[in-house]
């Protein structure tokens, strides 16, 4: 399977959720885990500001919440949209 680019993945992604890109969109999922626990997942559009590494400006950027809730922790990160693709790539080549 050929990887795509972020662009491609982006508007991969927009055709798959069926909504225009002026609309954030949310996906949610609760499951129990293979050790039993009850996990849920929430990954969220949002939009977020950083401090670019070349210049040192704060910048505005598009970028992904994504929080995993289990019965005795929470870890939430905030990713760049492009940080996110590539998460999601990884994760596709290592869950295959």
């Known amino acids: 399977m050929a990887e795509l680019g972020y662009d491609e993945m982006k508007e991969k992604l927009r055709r798959e959720a069926g909504s225009s890109s002026s609309e954030k969109k949310r996906a949610s999922r609760r499951f129990v885990n293979e050790i039993g626990n009850r996990i849920s997942v929430l990954v969220e559009e949002t939009r977020d500001t950083g401090t670019t590494q070349s210049t040192g400006k704060k910048a505005e950027f598009d970028a992904v919440r994504i ?5 005795t922790s929470t870890s939430e990160n905030t990713l ?5 693709v590539e998460l999601m790539s990884c994760l596709e080549r290592v869950l295959k």
Do not use: L
């Not at 760049?80 to 996110?84: K, L």
């Open 80 to 84: 760049t949209r492009q940080e996110a």
């Open 67 to 71: 929080v995993v809730t289990g019965p």
